[in-house]
């Protein structure tokens, strides 16, 4: 039986100048799948997801997208908003919450662009405006409520906890309906047990809403808790592909970056 790809990265070289970011990049997702991505600063995790939101234009390679019911697009160079409507949304390593404005409007500026409630749409008002606003309404709340976040939907994103914040973007993610949340370090700056709530929540994404996850994380106990199979990326090259217990027993990368991580995000 063949593999069910939702992403496939082919021989993607990416370069900045001199710099080469990503190199010879081929990688895949299963729909569904749990998938990491891991490395040290600077191995090209964020770049790879630029590359496949349309962000950064490789130079060689392809990445096709292949949505449920729908033909295999190619994402390179895709426009943001139809990276959105294709079915793929993703969080920020640096958070880009519009922190003057509430938990709930946050999220709903994600749910209004689904529901097709453009600037124009809300200066005019007109009934399938209405209508639109009110699925948005509906689905915010939902969200919120899913993410744990319901009784703070009033409260400006700003005063939010971080780990509260970090799971605000999440909610954000899924109202644009996606079918794949990419998500870039979600667990930074976060405490033990936002952690371990964040864990769960990524999972409870995957199996609840069908969302294929793909994720970059640091946090070493977070990531083999929570992926099923990662990728290691070092200087823009794939240097390894396996499970967590293959990942770990893996000499090149225990030299390239778990040697001194795992020490330090598990306390050991
Ligand atoms: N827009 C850009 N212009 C020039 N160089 C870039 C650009 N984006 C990324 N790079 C370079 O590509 C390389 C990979 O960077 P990238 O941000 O993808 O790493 P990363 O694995 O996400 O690191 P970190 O764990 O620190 O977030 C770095 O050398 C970086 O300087
Ligand atoms: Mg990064």
Redesign the pocket.
């Known amino acids: 039986m063949s593999v069910d790809k939702i992403f496939d990265v082919e021989n993607v070289t ?1 370069r ?2 001199g ?4 190199n010879d990049v081929s990688l895949y997702q299963t729909r569904g799948e749990i998938l990491a991505v891991i ?12 590359s496949l939101t349309g962000v ?1 234009q490789p130079q060689e390679g392809t990445i096709t997208f292949s949505g449920r019911d729908a033909k295999p697009i190619s994402m390179i160079g895709r426009k943001p908003h139809r990276v959105s409507n294709a079915g793929v949304a993703r969080t920020f ?1 640096a958070s880009r919450m519009f922190s003057a404005l509430t938990a709930f409007e946050n999220v709903k500026i994600g749910a209004e662009s689904h529901y097709g409630i453009g600037a124009v749409g809300a200066m005019l008002k007109g009934p399938a405006t209405r209508r639109g606003e009110k699925k948005s309404d509906a689905r915010t709340i939902e969200l919120l409520d899913f993410v744990g976040l319901r009784e703070r939907a009033n409260t400006v994103s700003a005063s939010l906890s971080y780990g509260d914040r970090r799971r605000l973007e999440i909610a954000r993610g899924l109202a644009t309906d996606p079918q794949v949340l990419l998500l ?2 979600p667990a930074a700056g976060t405490n033990p047990s936002e952690k371990v709530q964040l864990t769960n929540l990524i999972r409870k994404v995957r199996d609840e809403m069908g969302v294929s996850i793909l994720l ?1 994380e ?1 946090d070493m106990k977070l990531v083999m808790a929570l992926a099923e199979r990662l990728y290691v ?1 070092n200087f ?1 090259s794939v240097i390894a592909e396996g499970t967590p217990e293959e990942i770990r027993a893996n000499r090149a990368v225990v030299d390239a970056y778990l040697g001194s991580s795992t020490t330090e995000t598990t306390g050991a």
């Open positions: 990416l900045f100048g710099v080469v970011s990503l490395g040290p600063n600077g191995a090209g995790k964020t770049s790879l997801f630029n950064y390593q870039d370090e970059i640091h990326l823009g």
